[in-house]
């Protein structure tokens, strides 16, 4: 709790010296993240913060709790209630001083709260999703009062802020509108599996760079943020408002820490892709300091890969967007509580910001209900587990394969490939040379690949596209992870230099 408040008194300081110069100020205030309808995550401390005048005691009554504290000299105060049971009945959180001054919050409920952060795929609205039919049916059905939503409004700043101004509203078919569609789409599946208040945060802004949602002064001692920091220098001398290092985490996410949260899901990466060989570095950090700064050493943390973008390419090639979500891959293996989900099937060609957003929505509901919440089920694709050369062909093995392999019927953006035909995997021949496989699914968790002109395969690569054609699930209706067994640096398409 002390490395919190210190966190909350720095951050206040760069604000409050006007406020404690006035002496006849009695009032008190919450945090902005603290309003009528809002969520607060059960089963765990639930901190409450705000500023009062230096000295003043300070009271939060809720739930039947009274907690008091006083504010420190900056003006600054911080209480934690007890850990709290869920509950639908919205009920009044009174916040108090010795002077007389209050404020009342109406309608809190207690649940469970999720963090959505990122960039524009995140931010991206239920209103320009509904031209894909699923997410339009789900806005026929909106009206939940056990769905709560608050967006944390743009802002970016080069010093970490105290406060946000955001609102939160009962999920309806107009608040659900402007808001996250992936946050709205999670939020209601989970809120109908689990049967408790959900609070889904929305803080995320498009054309972010990781760099932006990192501490500022962690990034400028990282060395593989150094090309970063010379963007922004030049980026600067056309448009000084252009954020640079911590400038989102600063103006966004610090302002709500450390609000008790059950999870964050985390869609970015369009802007940091053709770095994917350091990404999983930066990424690796900022989950550790969210961690440490939300005091929630264990926070799940789910990821998912980018869509597919770019034009169709008929030959084999090396792709930056399938390394990089191997990259995430390899954070999954490496830092608990950290899981990703993948989306080969949820992109367009021409259009970074494709509307069917049901598509991460359910990956990621799924996956938080079976690793966070424990339920039984399949809850992800099935991922490369093994490989060896039979001859002229290549067995390739999976796990999470659920029921069995299969692949089924894909309509991607213009193109479709019939659920009789397995398309997605290369195979390789000892020139090094790909070719697209004929691929055969053999038993339930098996696939032999072959081409006529490979004799001795040594590679194989599954969705290594850019916008690939790929249609492997299992039974559940889970799109399989791309994968490849090489571990060749990226060349370029002239093999001239390596990345």
Known sequence: MKKITLFIVIAMSLILPSFAGDQNNKRITLSGIFKDHAVLQRDCPVPIWGTAFPGQQVSVDFAGQKKTTKADKNGMWLLTLDPLES???GRTLLASNTEGDSIALKDILVGDVWL????????????????SKPVADAHKKAGNNLLRLCTIPKSVSDE???????????ATKKSSLPF?????????????????????????WGGTFIEQWMQS???????????????????????PNFS??????????GPIMPYGLKGVLWYQGEGNVWEFSTYKHK?????????????????PFIMTSLAPFGARKDKPIDSHSSRFAEGLAEVEQSIENAWLITIPDGGMQKDIHPPFKEIPAQRFSAMALAKVYKKAGVYRGPVFKSWEVLGNKALVKFDFVGTGLTSKTLNLDGHEVPKETLLGFEIVDEGGVFYPANALIEGNDSVVLSHPSVKKPIAVRYAWAPFPLCNLYNKENFAAYPFRTDRWRWRTPKEISLR
């Open 160 to 170: 970490l802020q105290t406060d946000v101004d955001c609102n939160w509203a009962v």
């Open 180 to 204: 996250s569609a992936i946050g709205y789409l999670f939020g209601q599946s989970i809120q109908e599996e689990l049967a408790v208040p959900i609070g889904i945060i929305n803080g995320s």
């Open 244 to 253: 640079g290092p911590g400038g989102h985490f600063n103006g966004m996410i």
């Open 116 to 131: 959505c952060a990122g960039q524009s795929n995140m931010r991206m609205s239920l209103r320009a999703c509904l031209k």
């Open 87 to 89: 509950s639908a009945e």
């Open 283 to 299: 990424i690796s950090t900022m989950i550790a300091d969210w961690r440490r700064l939300f005091k929630s050493p264990k926070l």
């Open 217 to 239: 002064d962690v990034v400028k001692k990282r060395a593989d943020c150094k090309a970063f920091i010379k963007k922004v220098d030049e980026r600067r001398k056309k448009d």
